[in-house]
């Protein structure tokens, strides 16, 4: 236990989320509690994450987890491990809103993205389709997040360049696609900033200025590819030039590492859809496989493409993860560290209140707000 790192939860403790500030004592190392000395509540070390209240080892948890993030049945782990089917489907979902947050809290913070490849994977089973739409960062191979609908439409295309849109900083950015339309309308309609207001009314939205859109579009004869169409919808053709060339070494533009990862994702995904007749629940659960995936894959894969020459000599390779390339960590993740992340809560806001202040309210402001 480690009073130092952990952060108090209690939404209404104006010290919730802030480390090392010396309001967390040990209350009990048995039950691995601890104390917030600011609002007086004690909390669990493992508050926050999937283990919560749980009743098996976290090892075990791990365990299942791993598996069903590579795409092993729910069925074959139920099996070997003698536990019920709806406890497996209670970890999966535990273990996916916990890579949601990790997500959220890591991944989709602005950045200079560059390069960016989306696709849509089919994911079939048992006579229905859903569809998955994901992006990716070329230069880092970071997943940037994804959509699940019934439908390969606009508003799951919406869906995924908004996840995009956390992740970017408004600077030049190039999007690479298959020939769905949709892309290019969402992209316009995510992208935009406020501009300066000129008079009265409601202020203007721009489209960032370096925007570009590229399609890669494949025509098939009998399964194979016959012919690649490239084009450029919108941007200058040098900056798509010069952001490609920042991306990959590559000498087309292509689609190519988004395809990679689609096969990644559909490999693991298609197990884990659950047996059931509702498209409602299946959708659910590919949704749940999708966070589960991509984060283990951003944080605790090691991508062979990704490795460097270490600084020191001898100067070994150093293997590295989408997460190591974007700078979001130094190391390589364990699933249980995935796991256990606790993801602090957002900062405490004083109440809002007419008339004057209490000094006890000021002086709350003034040690947790500034
Ligand atoms: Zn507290």
Known sequence: MDSHT????????????????????????????????????????????????????????????????WGCPPQAIVAAFHLDER?????????????????QHLVEQPRDLGEVQADELRVKRQGAVVWVALAMQ?????????????????????????????????????????????????????????VARVGRGRRRLQVWAGLC????????SERRVVAVVRRVKSGDAGRVEALRHKAHSESVLN???????????????????????????????????????GTIYNFCTAHESLRVRGETVPRRWQERTPAMAACLTDHLWSVKELLSYR????????PKRRGRMSREMKLKIMQWCT
């Open 138 to 194: 070329t230069a880092t191979r970071l997943w940037l997040g994804g959509a699940v609908s019934e439908h390969r439409d606009r508003r799951l295309i919406t869906r995924l360049i908004e996840h995009v849109r956390q992740a970017a900083r408004c600077l030049p950015l190039l999007l690479v696609t298959d020939g769905l339309a949709a892309y290019g309308t969402a992209l316009k309609r995510v992208c935009r900033e406020p």
């Open 213 to 220: 859109y590229a399609q890669v579009i494949k025509r098939y």
């Open 255 to 293: 689609t190519a590492f988004i395809e990679r990862l689609n096969a990644t994702f559909r490999q693991r995904l298609s197990a884990l859809v659950r047996r059931t007749p509702a498209l409602a629940r299946r959708t659910a659960s590919i949704e749940h496989g999708m966070w589960l995936v």
């Open 343 to 350: 993801v602090p809560p957002s900062r405490w806001q004083p």
């Open 87 to 103: 406890t497996v489907s209670d970890w999966q979902q535990r273990a996916s809103a916990q890579c949601q947050q990790v997500h």
């Open 6 to 69: 952990a952060f108090c939860p209690n939404p209404d403790c104006p010290a919730k989320g802030h480390e090392g500030k010396g309001n967390i004592r040990i209350h009990s190392r048995r039950d691995q509690r601890y104390k917030c000395q600011e609002c007086g509540q004690t909390f669990t070390q493992t508050k926050g994450t999937p283990f919560y209240r749980l009743r098996h080892q976290p090892e075990v948890v791990v365990q299942v987890v791993t598996l069903l993030a």
